[in-house]
Nanobody
Framework: QVQLVESGGGSVQAGGSLRLSCAASGYTYGTYCMGWFRQAPGKEREGVAAIDNDGTTSYADSVKGRFTISQDNAKNTLYLQMNSLKPEDTAMYYC???????????????????WGQGTLVTVSS
């Protein structure tokens, strides 16, 4: 069973940067989709970014050009580099994974089978 553990959240002022990490254990190699979604208080889950095992990436329009998703297969770790952060980026961020292709890109990330526990990102103005 794959387990995901996020880290790297915190508080930052607008315009600042954070890098989230997601360490995967019990990993089964092959076709997979991994990504990040977020949920702000009182709001729906929102897909942020996705990456396929072939390295294809997908981003929500709201973060495109500011956020970068990447993976280090040797370390079984997924990253989300977040730059030029805005107050509206404030949310709990979750790493997610599933043994399928990222058909639909970032939009399917909130519906992937396996989630981490989340890490809180707070951006102040």
């Amino acid at each position: 069973q794959v387990q995901l553990v996020e880290s790297g959240g915190g508080s930052v002022q607008a315009g600042g940067s954070l890098r989230l990490s997601c360490a995967a254990s019990g990993y089964t190699y092959g076709t997979y989709c991994m990504g990040w979604f977020r949920q702000a208080p009182g709001k729906e889950r929102e897909g942020v970014a996705a990456i396929d095992n072939d390295g294809t990436t997908s981003y929500a329009d709201s973060v495109k050009g500011r956020f970068t998703i990447s993976q280090d297969n040797a370390k079984n770790t997924l990253y989300l580099q977040m730059n030029s952060l805005k107050p509206e980026d404030t949310a709990m961020y979750y790493c997610a994974a599933d043994a399928l292709r990222c058909s639909g890109g970032y939009r399917i990330v909130p519906y992937l089978e396996i989630w981490g526990q989340g890490t809180l990102v707070t951006v102040s103005s």
